[in-house]
């Protein structure tokens, strides 16, 4: 199967150039642990960010195969959910060690596909790795609770799967993403229908090989393909229990209420607006160098880029001196040595980002550094936009409002740290946050008031290890973030409780007359 990527089984793809790589293939689906060629006539062309060259073509499963996936899925469940965690155990560590085998080849696809720089890909594969290596610890978290709750009776409780579960997962990180659902959903006992984002799923087709050599019995991993079709044959088919989603607000939302009304458990991590409080005291050669690494790495298409600064009082003298660390990055193709953001993801979304530079500009806010228009030399048909910085933006302005998604950083000046958080908390996402200072009371300040879900202080982008979960807020999680993302909240979102009451009495019963009054367990 690995053949039919157009990427070895080894590294011997990278170093490498988007030439070599480009090898027209339809994109299979993934079924009872085999590759299948879909018998649509529908297909989405997905083009090389870089060069607009077209790779590959995504089916859009037919509904027969949709089923198909879903009668894989429900067959597999009842012999999965009676395997003993141990052994499932054994399975997710041989995983984790072909994810390693396979990280440069796993990279090389995303840079391929997404356009991230090769480096900036490896680190999407290393943070679901390690949801993968912490799923390992399912022992421990699947354990349940007991208690002698009277004289010979106890209460304990079990953790169970739910079913077959599906995931819905977004452009931006090809590997991390369907890495959050895969190794927790599986561990725990479920079942799993993963469709990847339609524009980049060659890490996701990777990865179901690596399920199935890693020795996932058949049915329990399947692939789908496709856009709004494949997403409501998801929210509608009744033996899907549950559906994780990240992605943007327009059809996070929907699928958190579509999904929700069919009786599903939905988990939806949604869209971001990230503010970092630059304070005066805070050390600034650190601060300079993490923003433009938060602002601008990978292109700014993460949701946890760091896309908004509010600088605090004199900080705001700063702003000249970021531009010109912003300037020296390069912006190259992915597999260039030296690269440090690659293009973004379509021509469509090229536009829409420097439509918002432009509206900013016509709001009466300051195109520090104008990133448009640019192009590297050996790349000139890509989706490329170079750094930008605007200043003297008001919240008022669209391109405060509303999520770039792209290597654009807007600034807000005010004078104190109160209107700091004020300005910050009036904003409607709460993903992610930042503070610098070296003020450990202002920091502490910060931490209590800000409504955001995941704060770094001096840390811009505090994406929480998982052991933790993803814990973002407000309108960029659905559902008031009642079910988030790995960690513990994960091991709960794939389970359900069952809760058992026994009871072991020694002495016979003597009493004919039954006890009619609700038990007190006195
Ligand atoms: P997207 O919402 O366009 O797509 C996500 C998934 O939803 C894809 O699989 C797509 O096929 C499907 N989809 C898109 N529109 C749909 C619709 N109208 N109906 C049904 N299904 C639809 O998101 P994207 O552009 O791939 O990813 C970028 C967005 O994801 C950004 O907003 C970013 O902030 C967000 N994101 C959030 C997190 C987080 O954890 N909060 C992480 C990564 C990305």
């Not at 596909?113 to 720089?117: A, I, S």
């Given at each position: 199967a690995a053949a039919a990527y157009g990427l070895s089984s080894t590294a011997t793809n990278f170093p490498n150039t988007h030439e070599k790589l480009q090898q027209a293939y339809d994109t299979p689906w993934f079924v009872n642990n085999q590759f299948v060629k879909s018998a649509t006539t529908q297909f989405i062309d997905l083009h090389d960010p870089a060069t607009n060259e077209l790779i590959t073509r995504v089916p859009q499963n037919t509904d027969e195969e949709l089923k198909a996936a879903v009668a894989s899925a429900e067959k597999a469940f009842e012999s999965w959910r009676a395997t003993s965690v141990l052994h499932r155990q054994q399975i997710m560590f041989k995983f984790v060690s072909l994810i390693r085998e396979n990280w440069d080849r796993l990279a090389a696809s995303i840079t391929l596909?997404?356009?991230?720089?090769f480096a900036d890909a490896k680190g999407d594969v290393l943070r679901g790795l390690q949801v993968a290596e912490a799923a390992c610890g399912a022992p421990e978290l699947l354990k349940g609770e007991v208690l002698e709750v009277a004289k010979d009776m106890e209460t304990r409780t079990y953790r169970e799967p739910l079913g077959v579960v599906a995931a819905i997962c977004p452009f931006n990180f090809p590997a991390m993403i369907p890495l959050w659902c895969i190794p927790v959903a599986t561990i725990t006992g479920n079942t799993l229908i993963l469709k990847p984002s339609e524009r980049d799923p060659g890490a996701a087709m990777i990865l179901a090989e690596l399920t199935q050599k890693a020795g996932f019995p058949e049915g329990v991993v399947n692939i789908v393909h496709g856009a709004h079709r494949t997403v409501n044959f998801i929210l509608d088919e009744p033996a899907i229990k549950a559906v994780s989603f990240v992605g943007g607000n327009k059809a996070g939302e929907y699928i958190f209420s579509r999904g929700s009304a069919n009786g599903k458990r939905v988990q939806a991590n949604l869209g971001a607006k990230n503010h970092a409080a630059v304070l005066p005291d805070c050390n600034k050669n650190q601060f300079l160098n993490a923003v433009v690494g938060a602002a601008f790495g990978a292109a700014g298409q993460r949701c946890m880029a760091l896309s908004t600064l509010v600088m605090v009082g004199e900080t705001k003298e700063w702003l000249l001196e970021l531009a010109e660390r912003a300037k020296t990055l390069q912006v190259n193709g992915g597999f260039e040595e030296g690269a440090d953001l690659g293009p973004v993801i379509s021509p469509q979304s090229k536009e829409r980002i420097e439509g918002l530079i432009a509206s900013a500009e016509a709001e009466g806010a300051t195109i520090l550094l104008d990133g448009r228009g640019f192009k590297p030399a050996k790349y000139p048909n890509g989706n490329w936009i170079a750094p930008t910085i605007i200043s003297n933006v008001t919240p008022q302005m669209k391109c405060y409002k509303e999520e770039i998604f792209g290597p654009v950083l807007v600034c807000l000046n005010v004078d104190t740290l109160d209107e700091a958080i004020d300005l910050i908390n009036s904003n409607e996402y709460g993903n992610g946050v930042a503070i610098f200072t070296r003020s450990g009371p202002t920091a502490e300040t910060f931490r209590r008031r800000i409504e955001a879900g995941q704060v770094g202080i001096n840390v811009p982008i505090p994406v929480p290890l998982p052991m933790f979960s993803f814990t973002g807020n407000k309108k960029s999680i659905a559902g008031g973030g009642a079910s988030t993302f790995y960690g513990k909240p994960g091991i709960n979102f794939y389970t359900q409780l069952k809760t058992v009451t026994a009871m072991w009495s020694g002495e016979d019963a003597i009493s004919k007359k039954a006890d009619v009054a609700m038990p007190t367990h006195s």
């Open positions: 596909e997404q356009g991230k720089t």
